[in-house]
Nanobody, 115 residues
């Protein structure tokens, strides 16, 4: 059974940084891509950043230059380094893994940016 466990969320002041981690377990297939999505209160879930098996990255325009996605393939772990955080980055952040034709999701970790 595939499980994705996110960590690293919390409360941070504007301009601060956080690093999210997502460890995948129960993986028995080739991972095609990993990524982070977020959902703010009253809004739809949106893409934040993705990284393919080959290492190609894609970012939402709103986070380009501030967020960096990376992964550790042997550990089946994906990271999201978030710098220069803004109040509008406040959301629940979800980890995503695509493999075997299926999208897997974590339960989410809350990031709150407030002074």
């Amino acid at each position: 059974q595939v499980q994705l466990v996110e960590s690293g969320g919390g409360l941070v002041q504007p301009g601060g940084s956080l690093r999210l981690s997502c460890a995948a377990s129960g993986i028995t297939f080739s991972i095609n891509g990993m990524g982070w999505y977020r959902q703010a209160p009253g809004k739809q879930r949106e893409l934040v950043a993705t990284i393919t098996r080959a290492g190609y990255t894609n970012y939402a325009d709103s986070v380009k230059g501030r967020f960096t996605i990376s992964r550790d393939i042997p550990k089946s772990t994906v990271y999201l380094q978030m710098n220069s955080l803004k109040p509008e980055d406040t959301a629940v952040y979800y980890c995503n893994v695509l493999g075997g034709g299926v999208n897997y999701w974590g339960k989410g970790t809350l990031v709150a940016v407030s002074s």
